[in-house]
């Protein structure tokens, strides 16, 4: 990932589709200073637009700590990122595999990634909660 100041063409900073791919990799890696590199101090989560936002950054590291407790054997695999400079949707699937390596449960889903001065400043996840209900609760 660029480092802020550094430019890269047009801009000074990472985009925020580089910063929302450095997001999800960090989390994927399980790398919590990582994942925290790429928050704005005062940066909110929204799970679901509805929901109540979670912040400040540290506290949004904690939750994605367990997050990735609940999912220890889960992958974050990044599909793509489509963006402007401050504005992205980071398009990656949650997998966790089946017994003896058989495919498992996968739920596809967004996030609308913000940023401001290098740092994220909001995240907003939209998923399918019914469809993630019945893969990852319903049927383990």
Known sequence: MQQP?????DH??????ELGREF??????RDPHRLR??????AVFRALPH???????????????TVVSSYPDGRWEIIGTIGEADAAAIVFVLREPGPDGEPGAASDQIALVESLDGLIVAITGYYDTAE?????????
């Open 51 to 65: 929901r109540e936002p979670l912040g400040p950054a540290d506290e949004i590291v904690d939750y994605f700590g």
């Open 37 to 42: 590199s790429t928050l704005a101090d005062g």
């Open 24 to 29: 999800f990799e960090a989390l994927d890696a």
């Open 5 to 9: 100041g550094t430019g890269n063409g």
């Open 12 to 17: 000074p900073f990472p985009t925020a589709a």
């Open 132 to 140: 993630f209900q019945r893969q990852f609760w319903d049927e383990r």
